[in-house]
């Protein structure tokens, strides 16, 4: 019975995601048509709200990935993250990098790791699954190592310089072919072997089953 | 003799689009022959495996014998062609192409490898023909000529460490051929290991001297500072006052020519900074100290070391004496005639360097000329005819070394080329020898095969002669040479002190070392061609192993001894040897044969019976290198004879652009010195001859006994691998076994103490628990417990672990950073 | 006040944070392939940062592409291995493959 409220949960919560989603575009699709640029409050525009938001997503997913007991939600918060960054992309503006992230880290790496998480644990262990271990050295050197790229990322006069947001897809697929053609091919071939690798690695063991 | 002009210009690039072309072919060659060889051999037949390796050999000699046209057609000090494939990496200031450039230098390396390469590969049809993994054998070699061809070729240090590298895992996989020999197989891992530690210091005189062309410096007042933009070129920077402020290229403009600046890998904006005085770069690099130390000093020196591993100098020469390991092709080829000068070509490419630096210069002359002496001394006493050769090839390296040492680059070089050929001649000579004679290389066991290989014997009579340094034959020519110039050289400093006297030191050292070159080659002459046949029937060695480690030394030394006494009874020997070929060779080598195309090969199937001339393939390329051996004599003949500098001198003078000051002497001196160096070689020929000739005299072996102790230690080369064993490899073991000691009871008893206090400590927290109900306790005790699972982890072998010390270790770099900024 | 190129590098930061965290304590190997996936995402979004801010052109964005192609072919060789060690051992934490350390 467990697992009925669970999905009983599962449809509100998301139910209430789209209802926030619809609301919230509904109330800033105005402001949009006026221009993303036009400052909300302040100088606080909505460009800066959606960045706000993305960055959000993205950093949630990556805490429940780390954080989470479930590796189920871990795998979830990772979807998140991922589309989160796909989104950053989006801000940077680097459209074709963007939907790349979605195609191949959504609909490919991400599916493999569920399939992984499938294969590897009976669904009813799911959650002492995910233990983990050396918890406290880990945050303090994780904290460290995060305060020092803050540091960085903040203090160091980055000599900025902004290009144009031009759509990328075109002149990325003139880049691939000419300028980077032999790193383009390498990876082929590279994708090629992990994809025989793979194959031969999980095969034999499924066989000897 | 004339010198580099005073005002060199920027080098003129000429375009060359087919100089991949060159490496290519045995690139090729080396990849079909690894993927399909094993087929081919197996379907078609050995003859289709060297038929590849020699055809693609062949190409690239027409490919370099092209790019020498197009060179000979241009004006003298536009001699330079270019030819880049791609951008490989640009970082900041970096930037590496994979490119290849030809200047008289390099071209000369390219026709001597390409050239001696296809007359390797062809002997190697013969020598190897009972070789089961024949293909692996020609897989190999074009491997190495395609790694030795991106070593002279490379246009950056990128590319020819590349090749640098690559001949080195040639050298290796070559060495360790058979290797199912454990000896074999030790050797190649010690001359791998050898080469890192020259490679090492190799790399970081690279390192330096890319580092010690930045910084911040004012071109000579005529010249006009530029930036470098890389779609247009060159253009004024009218922001910057001082253009070295801004991050990106740099340039000078000098006599209307843009010269870049600045760190580069590419030899020829190297060559164009340094040489040309008005951009101030070689002011500069002079200036620059390290530690007190001139920086040039140090990059000299240190790539130098590099030079050491690769080209067998003291003290990193123990490894080419027991490559003699390989096949003997592969020691023709690799370890005489063109990987072991890698090291003299590096230091001639970069003669502009060197001659910045008498400390250098001093360096490189002093231990070319410290191991010329001290190889050629262990070379008396070698009874393997390999060994011999393996010595007198340091020995040689020595003398080239001696020659870009002390400024006589073009000597060096040419000398490079003369060894090239008479040591390739030796080498594939003593090959000959060893297969004619049944995979002996012993040679006590040889004698009087002048009668049986006539052709062998003659060819490294001519090889002999070239390199023992008599008039026309091309040793003379190179050796004097360089002699002379090193006794003209009087600017050489030792660490920092002049050191006038070190010229005619290293000349006398040099003559004696040239006297004692003249008398271990005629002596391995006589003792293998002379005299009557020594060896017995079919042996059981396989593949000749050294029959004297040094260990074993003393035990052999009664039965040498006795040898020349029983050379009377040999006829019977020679006749049992005859009637009784070995039956288990015979087997293992007939499959091989059956799809073998040289019928006249057919007679080296078995092994036993008298020794025999080697096939035809063999005795021709034999007779092309001495030859060659002879006719290279023509490009050095010295002003003195003719009046005009020597052909190779005058060809070479654009690519080696250094200015080197000599002391200027009569006439008469150097036809006295030249009068000296032949004296040498007739001094070092009448005593082997008396000694050796036709193996009848006693007096050797007297000699021997009289001074027994002394011969035992140079027999044993000085004890230096024994040295070695005791001053680095036992140490390291020793080290090696302390750890695992100190794993196993310091750092176990570590963390059983760590648990032991995690115990303690949970202890007490469970005690002050019971009275203070605090939080920040429970704290205390789960971090206890935490550093005890960290120390505990330490040798875990897990990912994590590592992980953290990554983590920890680059947190460790950055904030250091911070600090001393 | 349009975000810049620090509050990127922010994003990203807390990302490889987070990911290096994932790394260090998770038992379990797929979740140690989640943490890796994080940690190259973060390198991504900062690739993509400083092409943006700093350099323009298009090869922060090609090497992005490639990050991606790579960790496409990491994940799936190291999932196979993780599907073989589970095969191997009938477990997935990261400790139990551990048969090198003799």
Request: net charge neutral; with cysteine; hydrophobic share 55%.
């Amino acid at each position: 019975m467990r697992t009925k409220t669970k999905l009983v949960a599962w449809t509100l919560g998301s139910a209430a995601v789209v209802g926030a989603v619809g609301v919230l575009s509904a109330l800033l699709s105005p402001a949009m048509a006026a221009g993303a640029t036009r400052p909300l409050a302040g100088t606080f525009t909505l460009a800066d709200g959606i960045f706000y938001a993305v960055a959000a997503l993205t950093v949630a997913g990556a805490a429940a990935v780390a954080f989470s007991r479930n590796i189920l939600y871990s795998a979830l918060g990772l979807l998140a993250s991922l589309l989160g960054a796909a989104g950053l992309y989006v801000f940077l503006s680097a459209d074709f990098v963007a939907v790349a992230q979605v195609f191949i880290y959504i609909g490919g790496v991400l599916v493999l790791i569920l399939f992984a998480v499938m294969l590897t644990n009976r669904i009813g262990e799911v959650n002492i699954s995910n233990s983990t271990m050396g918890w406290a050295s880990a945050a303090i050197l994780c904290a460290a190592m995060l305060g020092l790229l803050l540091v960085v990322a903040f203090d160091v006069p980055w000599p900025v310089r902004v290009t144009g947001g031009a759509p990328t897809t075109a002149p990325l697929g003139h880049a691939l072919l000419q300028q980077w053609l032999l790193p383009f091919e390498l990876a082929s071939l590279i994708l090629l072997a992990t994809l025989i690798g793979a194959i031969i690695i999980a095969r034999k063991e499924i066989r000897a089953d | 003799m004339n010198h580099a002009t005073q005002h060199l210009g920027p080098t003129v690039v000429h375009a060359a689009g087919y100089l991949w072309l060159i490496p290519l072919f045995p690139a090729v060659g080396a990849i079909i022959n690894s993927l399909l060889g094993t087929r081919i051999q197996r379907n078609l037949g050995k003859r289709w495996n060297h038929a590849i390796a020699i055809g693609m050999m062949t190409l690239s000699f027409l490919t370099a014998l092209r790019a020498f046209a197009q060179m000979v057609a241009l004006p003298g000090d536009e001699r330079f062609l270019q030819n880049t494939l791609w951008n490989m990496l640009t970082a900041g200031q970096m930037q590496f192409d994979l490119a290849f450039a030809l200047d008289p230098l390099s071209m000369m390396m390219v026709l001597i490898i390409t050239f001696i390469g296809t007359l390797i590969h062809v002997f190697s049809v013969g020598y190897m023909a009972d070789e089961p993994s024949y293909w692996r054998f020609f897989a190999y070699l074009n491997l190495f000529v395609f790694a030795m061809l991106l070593l002279v070729m490379g246009d950056n240090f990128a590319v020819m460490f590349f090749g640098w590298e690559g001949v080195g895992l040639a050298s290796y996989l070559l060495i360790s051929f058979w290797y199912t020999d454990i000896e074999k197989a030790q050797a190649g891992m010690k001359a791998f290991v050898v080469n890192r530690f020259g490679d090492f210091g190799f790399i970081l005189g690279l390192f330096l001297l890319f580092w010690s062309l930045g910084g911040i410096w004012e071109p000579r007042a005529d010249a006009r500072s530029v930036t470098y933009v890389p779609e247009i070129g060159y253009k004024a920077d009218p922001a910057a006052q001082n253009p070295f402020e801004s991050t990106g290229p740099r340039a000078v403009v000098v006599d209307g020519h843009a010269v870049k600046v600045g760190p580069t890998l590419n030899f020829r904006e190297l060559r164009d900074q340094v040489v040309i005085e008005a951009t101030g770069v070689g002011e500069h690099l002079r200036h620059q100290k390290l530690w007190g130390v001139a920086l040039l000093t140090l990059v000299g020196m240190l790539m130098f070391v590099g030079a050491m591993g690769k080209s067998a100098q003291l003290p990193l020469y123990v490894w080419l004496p027991d490559a003699m390991a390989g096949p003997t092709p592969v020691s023709a080829l690799i370890h005489a005639a063109t990987m072991v000068t890698a090291g003299v070509y590096m230091v001639a490419r970069l003669s502009y360097i060197y001659a910045m630096s008498p400390t250098a210069m001093g360096w490189v002359a002093t231990i070319g000329v410290l191991t010329a002496f001290f190889a050629a001394t262990i070379g008396f006493f070698q009874y393997d005819i390999k060994k011999v050769l393996a010595y007198s090839t340091v020995s040689q390296l020595g003398i080239m070394f001696i020659g870009v040492g002390v400024g006589a680059y073009w000597a060096g070089t040419y000398h490079l080329l003369t060894h090239a050929f008479f040591k390739a001649t030796l080498f594939l000579g003593s090959g000959s020898v060893i297969l004619g004679c049944h995979h002996e290389q012993d040679m006590r066991k040889m004698g009087g095969l002048k009668k049986l290989m006539p052709v062998t014997a003659w060819t490294y009579l001519v090889a002999t002669w070239a390199i023992a340094g008599f008039p026309w034959a091309s040793g003379f020519f190179s050796k004097d040479e360089i002699l002379w110039k090193a006794f003209t050289q009087r600017g050489m400093e030792l660490f920092g002190v002049p050191a006038p006297w070190l010229g005619p030191a290293i000349f006398v050292i040099g003559i004696l070392a040239a006297t004692g070159t003249s008398f271990y080659m005629f002596r391995s002459y006589y003792m293998t061609f002379t005299g009557h046949y020594r060896g017995g029937a079919g042996h059981d060695e396989e593949h000749g192993e050294d029959p004297h480690s040094a260990h074993a030394a003393p035990h052999h030394a009664p039965a040498a001894a006795h040898a020349p006494a029983a050379a009377h009874g040999h006829d019977d020997h020679a006749a049992h040897g005859h009637a009784a070929p070995a039956a288990a060779h015979g087997v293992h080598a007939a499959p091989a044969h059956a799809t073998h195309a040289a019928p006249a090969h057919d007679d080296h199937g078995h092994h036993g019976g008298p020794p025999h001339e080697s096939p035809r393939s063999i005795t021709w390329v034999l007779a092309t290198l001495a030859f060659g051996a002879v006719a290279v004599s023509f490009l050095g003949i010295p002003l003195l004879w003719t009046g005009h500098a020597p052909i190779l001198e005058h060809w070479l003078a654009p690519a080696l652009p250094a200015e080197v000051t000599f002391l200027h002497f009569g006439h008469a001196t150097e036809w006295l010195f030249q009068g000296m160096g032949v004296a040498a070689a007739t001094i070092g020929w009448f005593f082997a001859m008396k000694l050796f000739k036709d193996g009848q005299s006693r007096v050797p072996h007297d000699l021997k006994h009289r001074f027994f102790g002394f011969w035992t230690v140079v027999y044993n080369k000085y004890y230096v691998d024994e040295a070695y064993h005791a001053l680095v490899i036992r140490p390291s073991l020793f080290l090696a076994a302390f750890l695992s000691w100190f794993d196993q009871h310091v750092i176990d008893w570590l963390v059983n103490f760590a648990g032991w206090l995690a115990r303690v400590f949970a202890a007490i927290d469970d005690a002050i628990d019971k009275y203070v109900v605090d939080g920040a306790v429970n704290g205390v005790g789960g971090l206890t417990r935490e550093g005890g699972r960290v120390l505990r982890r330490i040798e875990t072998g897990r990912i994590q672990t590592y992980l953290y010390g990554a983590a920890f270790g680059s947190l460790l770099v950055v904030l250091l950073n911070f600090l001393f900024r | 006040m349009i975000p810049t190129l620090s509050h990127y590098l922010a994003v990203a930061a807390i990302l490889f944070a987070l990911g290096l965290f994932t790394v260090l304590t998770r038992r379990n190997a797929v979740a140690v392939l989640m943490g890796v996936e994080l940690m190259l995402n973060a390198a991504n979004v900062n690739l993509v940062a400083f092409n943006k801010f700093m350099v323009g052109g298009l090869a922060g964005q090609t090497f992005a592409l490639f990050v991606i192609v790579l960790a496409a072919a990491e994940a799936a060789v190291g999932l196979a291995i993780v599907l073989s060690i589970f095969h191997t051992f009938k477990t997935i934490d990261v400790r139990a493959a551990d048969l090198m350390r003799e």
